[in-house]
């Protein structure tokens, strides 16, 4: 697996740390018990076609989304993550 | 059939022609008390202990390919019971007493080898940690020596003692520990079952479960056609999420990647199992001289059944930190298993919110040693719907209330476990 960085390039697996499904989203503050056990506990976990947070902190320390199958590991997309990195390429 | 000397005797005699197969492979039939979704060392001994401790022998293990074709022939075959956390020490100690009488229980050769397992320790606070956990241990009645330097090298002359980043101080024993067979142990359980009448089902894929108008689960749609069960249990690992999905939950279960290896075949070095303590690093002698080893999971989310290159790195790094000398010796076989990564890094076996079905998973890559234990305690939460005591804390719904099992104290980050 090997993973292009908008930033660096293409870049091989070991730069790279992984946080797990993008999906999720931090609660509200006042959300409630439930949200805040489905956020923190409760994955989808699946099998296809996953969007994804990587940290490039072999390379650019960038926070990336990368758009990633499971179950054949192909990569589809790379984007930056919302924020600085984000907002310096215009994405 | 019984195994036993004369029968070895017997086929020896005629050219060994006459060995007949261990368990039948059955057809399904319309309707069972109790199915089991996995065809596993789990989900196999959930149904040998169903027949015989539990007495109900209506029951079916159904499995999508092979018996044993997922993690249970992918694994690197270690048993102990070296666990510090109330909820695990009783329950890891409980499936090792059951290693240590399955070829009785079974009448089949597991190859169970008590050969122990030594954790190495590399710092003055390292050796602090282990002492807690080697008394934790003795306190629940379960071996655990602490050994200094010299005991170690008395035991493994062979490791690097002149590594000044990482120097091996000493370890902690435990001389129960070891490795068993891993095939053997599932077709030992089939057999077993098999012989009780359980139908072990290959080639059968559950694709949907039945439920009635109150919503409990009353069979499973599989790709052999509809089977009806009185209760349901899924003990299927990486496929956890999957299997739950299609009852509508979610799991606090993320499935990983974790790979293994095996060296070509040397002559004998390792006594028994051993791991680097700096590192992330295991590993043990076959009996056919291979060094199978392992590492870390890869850290992401992955259904291949096959890893990367980084990981493959940092578990050789770990092997040549302790024995530069394996550096000539080429990796034979290298292969990945899908773990079912739960929360917290400890197992779930309860009942789950639907009605009828029952859950056995979240072992993280722990869950060969496991295997005759987490069948007991499963087939006793089926046959009487309460959990056996030593596996009382693993709910499904502590992640909800707080009373986590976290034996690395990582949190939620399954990829730490």
């Keep these: 697996m090997r993973i292009t ?61 990368v758009t990633r199958n499971t179950l054949t590991h192909e990569i589809s997309a790379v984007e930056p993550a919302a924020g600085a990195g984000a907002a310096k390429v215009g994405a | 059939m019984k195994y036993s000397i004369f029968s070895l005797a017997r086929a020896a005699l005629s050219g060994h022609k006459n060995w007949q197969r261990t368990w039948r492979d059955a057809t399904p039939k319309d309707r069972y008390d109790v199915v089991i979704i996995g065809g596993g060392g789990h989900g196999l001994a959930t149904a040998w202990f169903l027949a015989s401790e539990y007495g109900i022998k209506n029951v079916a293990v159904l499995e999508k390919g092979w018996i044993g074709s997922g993690n249970a022939g992918r694994n690197t075959t270690i048993i102990r019971s070296n666990y510090g956390l109330p909820g695990n020490t009783g329950f890891y100690e409980l499936s090792m007493k ?42 629940n009645g ?90 349901v249990g899924m003990a299927v690992a990486g496929s956890s999420s999957r299997v739950a ?23 004998p070095l390792i006594p028994g199992v051993m791991t680097f303590g700096a590192g992330h690093f295991y590993v043990s002698q076959s009996d056919k001289g291979g060094l199978v080893f392992g590492g870390d999971i890869d850290g992401y989310n992955s259904y291949a059944q096959r ?62 040693k496991a295997t005759p234990g987490s069948g007991f305690v499963f087939a006793h939460l089926l046959a009487r719907d309460t959990p056996h005591e030593e596996a009382a804390r693993f709910r ?9 099992i976290d034996e690395k104290g990582q949190g939620a980050q399954p990829n730490l476990h």
């Design chain 2, 142 to 231: 379960i071996d655990a020596e602490l050994l200094d330097l010299a005991a170690v090298k008395k035991m493994m002359p062979f490791l690097n003692y002149d590594n000044a980043r990482f120097p091996v101080q000493g370890g902690l024993l435990q001389r129960r520990g070891g490795t068993a067979r891993h095939d053997a142990v599932v077709w030992g359980y089939a057999h077993a079952a098999s012989g009780l009448g359980v139908d072990i089902i290959q080639n059968c894929e559950v694709t949907g479960f039945i439920r009635d108008v109150n919503g409990k689960v009353t069979g499973v749609e599989t790709s052999r056609g509809r089977i009806g069960a009185g209760k």
């Design chain 1, 5 to 65: 960085c908008p930033f660096c390039g293409e870049r091989e697996l070991g730069e790279f740390t992984y946080l797990g499904d993008a999906k999720p989203v931090r609660p509200a503050a006042d959300a409630g018990e439930d949200a805040v056990y489905d956020y923190v506990y409760l994955r989808d976990n699946i099998a296809g076609v996953m969007s994804e947070n990587w940290y490039h902190g072999g390379g650019c320390r960038a926070w990336l989304k």
């Design chain 2, 396 to 404: 499904l719904d502590r992640f909800r209330t707080g009373a986590m």
């Design chain 2, 245 to 267: 999905d299609m009852a509508g939950l979610r799991l606090p279960i993320e499935s990983h990647v974790l790979q293994a290896f095996v060296s070509e075949a040397i002559k």
């Design chain 2, 98 to 139: 059951l290693w240590e009488r399955m070829e009785q229980d079974l009448n089949y050769n597991s190859m169970v080898s008590q050969r122990g397992v030594i954790n190495l320790y590399h710092s003055d606070a390292q050796r602090d940690a282990y002492a807690r956990r080697g008394n934790t241990m003795r306190i």
């Design chain 2, 307 to 368: 890893g990367n290159l980084p990981v493959m790195e940092d578990v050789c790094e770990g092997g040549m930190a302790l024995m530069p000398m394996i550096g000539r010796v080429r990796l034979l076989r290298q292969w990945g298993g899908i773990m079912d990564m739960s929360m917290d890094g400890s197992p779930i076996i309860d009942k789950t919110p639907v009605d009828g079905l029952y859950i056995n998973a979240g072992w993280c890559y722990g869950g060969f």
